[in-house]
């Protein structure tokens, strides 16, 4: 049967690496749901990069955003992972809290990143993505300035364009550009370029377990011989169209280790 959307973040051996933690705490771990739906997908220097094994997905590669489920809010890291989440869906109506409510703001008590002081609260969207010849579904949720750039120029294009047809979603292109930065010189940037429109109700971002994926083939019946004086047969009323797959509700949890533990990009 198809996985829920969000999915187990933490493996059994990663929590019994733990040393100094109950049993209350490794349970916790073990139920704690992440918000990487399918594989995650990363922008790295010019490249798209998939899954743990960081796949390249070619530049030009169209896929379908899930713009109505868009979530947006904060990551808080430690160790360059995730350790807390506040995020919720934009089209349910949350908003991100400001950042001075998060707490965490004596900046002595920062980390740094690349030899600078960096704020532990991150802005931080999550934008699934359909490859609508594979199924394939991905999540990109940046907290890059570049990666948050991409996904509000692509909401600025669909908000206009859902007034009119409210069922429509986007297909973009990814893509890649670059500026030059005072101090790191060449930086590139991604982007999501829209080329068509989908409905909502055709496109399924739901991860399909592998039985589903690969049905077996059916036999097919003997043609009967036909016969002149035969009325044509009722045509069968056309399949239903099922309903997107909505993300869950915000929510405020605290993040485990484990495959959403990544450094940002």
């Known amino acids: 049967m198809a996985r829920e959307l969000a999915k187990q973040n933490q493996s059994i051996e990663e929590i019994a690496e733990a040393p100094n933690r109950n049993w209350a705490e490794e349970y916790g771990d073990e139920a704690f749901q992440s918000n990487i739906v399918g594989d995650l997908l ?24 899930a713009v109505h ?5 904060w990551m808080r890291w430690e160790d360059s992972k995730p350790v807390e989440i506040i995020m919720g869906m934009r089209s349910e109506g949350f908003r991100p809290p400001p950042r001075e409510s998060l707490g ?31 199924g394939r579904i991905f999540t990109f949720s940046p907290a890059s300035d570049g990666g948050l ?30 500026y030059k930065h005072p101090e790191y010189g060449k930086t590139y940037k991604p982007t999501l ?9 055709d496109v399924s971002f739901v991860v399909a377990d592998e039985e589903e994926e690969a049905p077996a083939p059916r036999k097919a019946a003997a043609p ?8 044509p047969a009722p045509r069968s009323a056309p399949a239903k169209k099922q309903p997107a797959a909505k993300a869950p509700p915000p ?3 605290a993040a485990a280790n484990g495959r959403s533990g990544r450094t940002p990009y």
């Open 193 to 201: 370029e829209v080329t068509d429109w989908r409905d909502v109700n």
């Open 149 to 178: 750039q991409a996904i509000k120029g692509l909401m600025r294009e669909y908000g206009p364009h859902m007034r009119i047809n409210p069922n429509d979603i986007p297909v973009v292109t990814l893509g890649s550009t670059w």
């Open 42 to 65: 990363k922008f790295n220097k010019g490249e798209w990069l998939a899954g743990q094994d960081e796949e390249e997905i070619p530049l030009g590669t169209e896929l379908v955003a």
């Open 251 to 253: 929510r405020k949890q």
């Open 69 to 73: 489920i868009l979530q947006s809010g």
């Open 104 to 134: 965490h703001t004596d900046k002595s008590q920062w980390g740094e990143l690349n030899g600078k002081i960096i704020d532990p609260w991150r802005r931080t969207d999550t934008l699934l993505l359909a490859d609508p010849q594979t």
């Open 224 to 231: 009967a011989a036909p016969a002149r004086s035969a009325k």
